[in-house]
């Protein structure tokens, strides 16, 4: 028996013995737990998505919903005053499937307007009643909640969102259970992504709007509207509107450029996701 024969018995039972001390009360704490995971899956013991998952999960339980939350200035809200067909367009053009909605000002969240309430009011003839009559209850909650927490208390509540609220009772944003899963899975995909797993870069609207992603490459989006920006500044037409605006887009941001009306209708603190595009001075 030679030293290679020798080594690879010698190797795995090295790893045995660790496994056999995780099982037996060791590691002795989180980092030593994140060792033993890792070399599980060096070991073809875990898949990397599924450590990925296992470490996502652990490090939920130390975030807080500040840590995550859509800050205030990026949400998506609906005013109690508009009229239908105001608050139609909005969640038509945003995508969401839930919005908080405010009184006089962002500090009076009144309720939560779900868009399949909102259409099914119209479906059954409802819709000149009043939308505010499908509003559902509205679940505030603290920065300082613990994420896992909160996971806990949207499956037993089957709320889907919250509305975040800081120290001194103003409203500080809101969060989403999509927002908790993905930092235990990671980024789930936009729910206007096509079926085959490409973006849907540009939706045309019978108004003449277009709803526009804002990764849709500037090369593309020059030859639907036939405009002619440059594609040495940026690579898309969210990196343009970003660079024109010299700062982070938050959702309401309007920017002209030349005779089209880029209007900022999702975004996230990290980047602009979606704009609606329209001639200057249309809507």
Same mark, same amino acid.
């Given at each position: 028996?030679?030293?290679?024969?020798?080594?690879?018995?010698?190797?795995?039972?090295?790893?045995?013995?660790?496994?056999?001390?995780?099982?037996?009360?060791?590691?002795?704490?989180?980092?030593?737990?994140?060792?033993?995971?890792?070399?599980?899956?060096?070991?073809?013991?875990?898949?990397?998505?599924?450590?990925?998952?296992?470490?996502?999960?652990?490090?939920?339980?130390?975030?807080?919903?500040?840590?995550?939350?859509?800050?205030?200035?990026?949400?998506?809200?609906?005013? #109690?005053?508009?009229?239908?067909? #105001?608050?139609?367009?909005?969640?038509?053009?945003?995508?969401?499937?839930?919005?908080?909605?405010? %009184?006089?000002?962002?500090?009076?969240?009144?309720? @939560?307007?779900?868009?399949?309430?909102?259409?099914?009011?119209?479906?059954?003839?409802?819709?000149?009643?009043?939308?505010?009559?499908?509003?559902?209850?509205?679940?505030?909650?603290?920065?300082?909640?613990?994420?896992?927490?909160?996971?806990?208390?949207?499956?037993?509540?089957?709320?889907?969102?919250?509305?975040?609220?800081?120290?001194?009772?103003?409203?500080?944003?809101?969060?989403? @259970?999509?927002?908790?899963?993905?930092?235990?899975?990671?980024?789930?995909?936009?729910?206007?992504?096509?079926?085959? %797993?490409?973006?849907?870069? @540009?939706?045309?609207?019978?108004?003449?709007?277009?709803?526009?992603?804002?990764?849709?490459?500037?090369?593309?989006?020059?030859?639907?509207?036939?405009?002619?920006?440059?594609?040495?500044?940026?690579?898309?037409?969210?990196?343009?509107? #970003?660079?024109?605006?010299?700062?982070?887009?938050?959702?309401?941001?309007?920017?002209?450029?030349?005779?089209?009306?880029?209007?900022?209708?999702?975004?996230?603190?990290?980047?602009?996701?979606?704009?609606?595009?329209?001639?200057?001075?249309?809507?």
């Amino acid at each position: 028996m030679n030293e290679d024969d020798l080594a690879a018995p010698q190797a795995s039972r090295s790893w045995l013995d660790r496994l056999g001390q995780m099982l037996a009360g060791e590691p002795r704490n989180r980092a030593e737990l994140i060792e033993e995971l890792r070399g599980a899956q060096a070991n073809g013991l875990l898949s990397v998505d599924t450590l990925a998952m296992i470490e996502g999960a652990m490090a939920v339980s130390d975030k807080e919903v500040g840590d995550v939350m859509v800050p205030r200035a990026q949400m998506v809200a609906v005013d #109690t005053d508009w009229d239908f067909a #105001t608050v139609l367009r909005v969640v038509v053009e945003s995508g969401h499937s839930r919005f908080p909605v405010t %009184g006089e000002d962002r500090d009076e969240v009144v309720g @939560i307007l779900l868009a399949k309430d909102l259409l099914r009011s119209c479906s059954e003839g409802a819709a000149s009643h009043g939308w505010q009559q499908q509003l559902r209850p509205v679940v505030m909650i603290p920065e300082s909640k613990r994420l896992n927490v909160l996971l806990k208390e949207f499956r037993a509540s089957r709320n889907h969102m919250a509305v975040v609220v800081n120290e001194y009772g103003g409203v500080a944003g809101l969060i989403t @259970i999509e927002d908790v899963l993905e930092e235990i899975v990671g980024e789930i995909d936009d729910e206007h992504d096509d079926d085959d %797993g490409q973006v849907a870069f @540009i939706r045309r609207h019978a108004s003449g709007r277009a709803t526009v992603n804002a990764l849709t490459p500037i090369e593309e989006f020059n030859r639907q509207f036939g405009t002619g920006y440059d594609e040495d500044e940026t690579d898309t037409i969210g990196g343009l509107v #970003t660079a024109r605006l010299g700062r982070l887009p938050s959702v309401g941001d309007v920017l002209l450029l030349g005779n089209l009306r880029f209007k900022v209708t999702r975004a996230d603190r990290r980047r602009v996701l979606q704009l609606s595009v329209a001639l200057n001075g249309g809507e």
